[in-house]
């Protein structure tokens, strides 16, 4: 089993938990996860963190190697669970038209659907939301598609993370 980190669980580690300048232990201890094949990036969730512009952007492109950026836009069985996905949000009455555009133009269901191919989890800060929300979350297309999510204290915990 592998994990696969989301766009907001590294945004949030960087800007509240673990900021560059206070806890640069924590960064170093993500590469090493991430060069032993424990962690990964897709390269959805490379291409929204490249798309900024801040310390979070120069420590992708200088610490994670290319060939550790996982391609599933390429990869057939990735792209047939997306498909399956896009299939679940789009005909559920529940979430609203603009709240299914956004959900499907981001990383996260490249996530579920990488997951759901590869039998790995979801490392993310998103959670359930309450009754009546119309908004597609990871946590509830992971769970109707059959795929783990932890927060990043989760992995943290499993992968016996001693910063």
């Not at 057939?76 to 669970?81: G, N």
Request: overall charge negative.
């Amino acid at each position: 089993m592998r994990y696969l980190l989301d766009t907001n669980a590294l945004i949030t580690a960087k800007n509240r938990f673990y900021a560059f300048d206070i806890l640069p232990s924590f960064w170093s201890w993500l590469e090493q996860v991430v060069h032993r094949g424990e962690c990964a990036f897709l390269d959805a969730v490379a291409d929204e963190i490249k798309a900024g512009d801040d310390g979070l952007v120069r420590w992708i492109r200088e610490k994670i190697p290319q060939a550790s950026i996982l391609k599933t836009k390429q990869d057939e069985y990735v792209f047939a669970q997306y498909r399956e996905i896009a299939e679940v949000v789009y005909h559920d009455p529940i979430f609203s038209a603009e709240n299914k555009e956004q959900f499907m133009s981001v990383a996260d269901p490249w996530l579920i659907a990488a997951g759901k191919t590869w039998g790995d989890t979801i490392v993310t800060f998103e959670t359930i939301p309450g009754n009546g929300s119309k908004k597609v979350k990871i946590p509830v297309i992971a769970q109707r598609m059959g795929v783990r999510v932890v927060d990043l204290y989760q992995m943290m915990r499993e992968l016996h993370a001693a910063l």
